[in-house]
C-alpha cells in the first residue's frame, strides 16, 4: 500500500522569504501523480499543483514549485515571495495512475510572519 | 472553472436524526465523486467514493448503512447520516472528479467543496 510522509508539522517564514516543504511517499508504483494541496483556515481545500511521475520535468505555478525526486520518492514544495495568505495547512497526496484516489500526508501548518 | 459547492456549510443536529449533506459541481460534469471526513487537526479521510448511476464504493471500516451515499446526477452527489451521534460530529468534506486527457496521459484532478460541519448533540 502506498503511504505519505509529511515530516513537519509545522513550518514558519518571514513574509517575502522563501521556504520548502517536505513530502516523501513509499510505493511500487512506476506511474502515478503527486499533488501538494492547501487548506486555509477557512478549511475549503485548494489544488496547488499537481506532477505527473513520469514526467522529469518539475511543476511550477506561479510562486510555487516542485522539487520531484523520482528515485529519492521525495516531492517538496517550495514557496516563493512568501505572502500573509500563504498561511494554511498544507497536504501532499499521491494518486495511483490507475485509480482516483488521493492519499494524503498528515499536513504541515505554514506561518507566515510579517 | 471546476467549482465544488457543499449544503449546508454547518449544521446541528439531535442525536437519533438524520441529516443529508448535498455536494454539487457548479460547472463541470463530475461521474464520479469522493467523500472524505477531517477530525480537528487532523488529515482527510477517504469515506467513500461516489459513482454516477451506481452503488458507492465505501472504505474499509465505514459502515454503509449509517453513511448513504446518493449519486443521482452527474452534478450533485449527497451523503446522508442516518441516526447519527455524537461520535459522527466531524466535518466532512467533498470532492468532484474533472477527468479528460493530454497528450494521452490522464489529467483526472479532484476539486474540493467548502465542507460541513456537523455537531451531533
Known amino acids: 500500500a502506498q503511504t505519505v510522509t509529511q515530516s513537519q508539522p509545522e513550518m514558519s517564514v518571514q513574509e517575502a522569504e522563501t521556504v520548502t516543504l517536505s513530502c516523501t511517499y513509499d510505493t511500487s508504483e512506476s506511474d502515478y501523480y503527486l499533488f501538494w494541496y492547501k487548506q486555509p483556515p477557512s478549511r475549503q481545500m485548494i489544488l496547488v499543483i499537481r506532477q505527473e511521475a513520469y514526467k522529469q520535468q518539475n511543476a511550477t505555478e506561479n510562486r510555487f514549485s516542485v522539487n520531484f525526486q523520482k528515485a529519492a520518492k521525495s516531492f517538496s514544495l517550495k514557496i516563493s515571495d512568501s505572502q500573509l495568505g500563504d498561511a494554511a495547512m498544507y497536504f501532499c497526496?499521491?494518486?495511483?495512475?490507475?485509480?482516483?484516489?488521493?492519499?494524503f500526508g498528515t499536513g504541515t501548518r505554514l506561518q507566515v510572519f510579517p | 472553472g471546476a467549482v465544488v459547492s457543499q449544503h449546508p456549510s454547518w449544521v446541528i443536529c439531535k442525536s437519533g436524526t438524520s441529516v443529508k449533506i448535498e455536494c454539487r459541481s457548479l460547472?463541470?460534469?463530475?461521474?464520479?465523486m469522493f467523500w472524505y471526513r477531517q477530525f480537528p487537526k487532523q488529515s482527510l479521510m477517504l469515506m467513500a467514493t461516489?459513482?454516477?448511476?451506481?452503488?458507492?464504493?465505501?472504505e474499509q471500516g465505514v459502515e454503509k448503512d449509517k453513511f448513504l451515499i446518493n449519486h443521482a446526477s452527474l452534478t450533485l452527489s449527497t451523503l446522508t447520516v442516518t441516526s447519527a451521534h455524537p461520535e459522527d460530529s466531524s466535518f466532512y468534506i467533498c470532492?468532484?472528479?474533472?477527468?479528460?486527457?493530454?497528450?494521452?496521459?490522464?489529467?483526472?484532478?479532484?476539486?474540493f467543496g467548502p465542507g460541513t460541519r456537523l455537531t451531533v448533540l
Open positions: 497526496a499521491y494518486q495511483s495512475y490507475n485509480t482516483d484516489k488521493l492519499i
Open positions: 470532492s468532484a472528479l474533472t477527468t479528460g486527457t493530454s497528450g494521452g496521459r490522464s489529467t483526472d484532478t479532484q476539486y
Open positions: 461516489s459513482n454516477e448511476g451506481s452503488k458507492a464504493t465505501y
Open positions: 460547472d463541470f460534469q463530475a461521474t464520479t
